[in-house]
């Protein structure tokens, strides 16, 4: 049975930093692309970042480009999401997310070619 559980969220002052992680069972990690979305109330979910089974590609939404960052650790089945410069507008539950796809392949940034979503976990940003 495939798991996605997050962690690291809370409340945080703008201009703070926080760390997601997400970590994965029931996979196979290798074959794993995975990616993070974010939805405030009232809003779709959005993409936020996604990263490929090697990790070699990465994307970014364009709101939060050069102030997170995402990366895997492939030993720990784990991916993360460094949050730096948070603002308000950053507000939202982020959920990972996670699908099988072949080794040396891209990012995915669609929500619907996700398989698997995990409970997600509330980032707050005061003002």
């Known amino acids: 049975q495939v798991q996605l559980v997050e962690s690291g969220g809370g409340l945080v002052q703008a201009g703070g930093s926080l760390r997601l992680s997400c970590a994965a069972s029931?996979?196979?990690?290798?074959?794993?692309?995975m990616g993070w979305f974010r939805q405030a109330p009232g809003k779709e979910r959005d993409v936020v970042a996604s990263?490929?089974?090697?990790?070699?590609?990465?994307y970014y939404a364009d709101s939060v480009k050069g102030r997170f960052t995402i990366s895997r650790d492939n030993t720990k089945n784990t991916i993360y999401l460094q949050m730096n410069s948070l603002k308000p507008e950053d507000t939202a539950v982020y959920y990972c997310?996670?699908?099988?796809?072949?080794w040396g392949s891209g990012y995915y940034t669609r929500s619907q070619t996700y398989t698997h979503w995990g409970q997600g976990t509330q980032v707050t940003v005061s003002s």
């Open positions: 997310a996670g699908r099988t796809a072949p």
């Open positions: 029931g996979v196979t990690f290798s074959s794993y692309a």
């Open positions: 990263i490929s089974v090697s990790g070699a590609y990465t």
